[in-house]
């Protein structure tokens, strides 16, 4: 049973980061990446880290992105891009993806070659419980958390300053 939580899991998440970028229609995209917060939050269940799994969806697939359908819904989308494309954008990027591919593959099958026969990683008592990240996080990195918020919360500010501009310039 667990074997086939992971592939439905994983093939979620891989298809939910690809419709991120695949789709044009930025609320679609919204959708998608809940898809693969969801997905991700399954496989977080998988660890045996139900903490970080329940983070995952309530802070992430729930808050999170519901600002962003907040900010896309304001902002609007679907329209012509600012900009002209690179001439052979068309040609080159899936070249360049398939490159990506090719390199992240050989990346994987290299170290998961090394790790076969073994037990795997040894994980101590409390790994994954509450105290444990919440230490990591308030403690080792607190810096990057609090960074991390600070980019979140600038990134729905210029996107609600974009908007005003936006609706300043058809008016």
């Known amino acids: 049973m667990e074997e086939v939580l992971f592939f439905v899991s994983a093939i979620g998440a891989l298809g939910g980061a690809i ?5 044009r229609n930025p609320f679609y ?13 399954a496989l977080f269940l998988l660890l045996a880290s139900a903490f970080v799994a329940a983070a995952q969806v309530v802070v992430y ?3 999170v992105m519901v600002l962003y359908v907040f ?10 891009s600012a900009w002209e494309p690179i ?14 591919f090719v390199e992240l593959s050989i990346a994987i099958l290299s170290s998961a070659l090394l790790a076969l026969g073994t037990e795997g990683p040894e994980v101590g008592p409390g790994f994954g419980n509450p105290e444990a990240i919440g230490k990591l996080l308030l403690e080792k990195f607190l810096i990057p958390f609090e960074a991390s918020s600070i ?6 500010i210029g996107a609600i300053v974009l908007a005003g501009r936006k609706r300043e310039e058809t008016a």
Do not use: N, T
């Open 71 to 80: 900010v896309v819904a304001y902002v609007g989308g679907g329209g012509e």
């Open 61 to 63: 697939a729930g808050a």
């Open 151 to 156: 980019l979140l919360l600038l990134a729905a």
């Open 87 to 100: 001439p052979g954008q068309r040609l080159l990027a899936p070249a360049l993806a398939i490159a990506l």
């Open 29 to 41: 995209s919204v959708l998608a990446l809940i898809v693969h917060l969801f997905s991700l939050a």
């Open 19 to 23: 419709g991120v970028v695949a789709m």
